[in-house]
């Protein structure tokens, strides 16, 4: 042949690239994602798959050649050099890719599968090339008619000597240069289409962080705190009862996948320890009255929803919750609630 020929193969490999591209920048946003979802494993999880899917769809996007060279002396698949004079059969045939999508979408819709599976199997052939040399078979497949056409065409002008073999070697093995129409083929692009699946839907949870209930500013929910504190006088001594403060991240609208916010967070200061019962009771009825509760459960005000909870329990047990706030305003809230602590006279 005087000079190079490229011929047209198929756009599997373009297409493997595209999808591995895809994939990795689904793998930094998912990693983003991680930052702000810390109660879920669903965005670890998905960075593993972004990363799978991007090694897979990279490897066959190296493996599957977009185009043949037909050089001088040799053909030229992806990475494979096949010299002209190793050839030592040229094959053509048919198969079908039946099995590969019912294993596809069987999974998915037994009426799409049931369907699939009445059709005639010849209704799914596709074209098949295998080129035989003393150490390797190479196999391609095609779709369309005018790539293969146009493949087979520079094959025989390259080796004009050898006579085609019509039919194929049934499951011989080969070094498929194409994707394989295979249920394990069907199998690998369901998988795909779980992925797929899962990165848009994860993706529409992620479009909507809001909390179910809404940020309170921070002077807001601060002022009732203090106000407290400035009037909480005359409780009996408890001794060095501790105390703890604790974070807690608000819900979201979309808490299944997302789970807590870690920029909206609720701050929550909790006492139960073991005092006299006349000094429990002398305590929290004070408690009660400087907090204006009827019952076990109550807020110090309308504005800011801070609520305290002072249950019957045979130890001293209570404990004050703030609405939910912007994390920025949790540092102030902690120490109001610290100096509440300090005003009844607790972990002294």
């Known amino acids: 042949m005087d000079g190079d020929k490229r011929v047209w193969l198929n756009s599997a490999g373009a297409r493997a690239w595209t999808v591995a591209g895809l994939a990795l920048a689904a793998a930094v946003w998912h990693g983003w994602a991680i930052t702000v979802t810390p109660e879920r494993p669903t965005f670890w999880v998905m960075v593993f798959a972004d990363v799978l899917v991007v090694a897979v769809a990279g490897l066959l996007g190296t493996w599957w050649p977009r185009t043949a060279v037909f050089g001088a002396d040799e053909l030229v698949l992806g990475k494979s050099r096949i010299r002209y004079d190793t050839i030592t059969t040229t094959r053509f045939g048919h198969v079908s890719a039946k099995p590969f999508w019912l294993a596809f979408w069987l999974p998915q819709s037994l009426l ?28 391609l497949r095609w779709r369309h008619q005018h790539p293969y056409e146009e493949f087979t065409e520079a ?4 080796r004009p000597d050898l006579d085609a073999v019509y039919g194929l070697d049934g499951r011989d093995r080969a070094l498929d240069l194409a994707p394989k129409l295979s249920i394990g083929g069907g199998f690998l692009a369901l998988g795909l289409s779980v992925w797929a699946l899962c990165t848009v839907l994860f993706g529409i949870e992620l479009l909507d962080r809001s909390t179910i209930q809404p940020p309170q500013p921070g002077d807001v929910v601060s002022a009732p705190i203090r106000s407290l504190t400035a009037r909480s006088t005359g409780y009996p001594d408890v001794g060095a009862v501790p105390f703890e403060i604790t974070t807690t991240g608000c819900e979201r609208e979309n808490d299944v996948f997302l789970g807590r916010s870690p920029e909206v967070v609720s701050i929550a200061l909790d006492v139960r320890a073991a005092v006299p019962a006349q ?23 309308g504005n800011s929803e801070v609520q305290v909870n002072v249950p019957e329990d045979d130890r001293l047990s209570f404990r004050f919750t703030t609405s939910c706030v912007d994390v920025a305003d949790e540092a102030r809230l902690r120490d109001d609630l610290r100096a509440l602590a300090t005003a009844l006279g607790l972990g002294r």
């Open 155 to 158: 094959l025989r002008a390259a």
């Open 112 to 139: 799409i599968g049931g369907l699939l599976a009445l059709r005639r199997s010849d209704a799914f052939d596709r074209k098949v090339v295998e080129i035989d040399t003393p150490g390797e078979r190479y196999r």
């Open 279 to 301: 000094v429990q009771e002398e305590f929290e009825d004070l408690l009660r009255s400087g907090t204006g509760m009827s019952g076990y459960i109550g807020r110090l005000d």
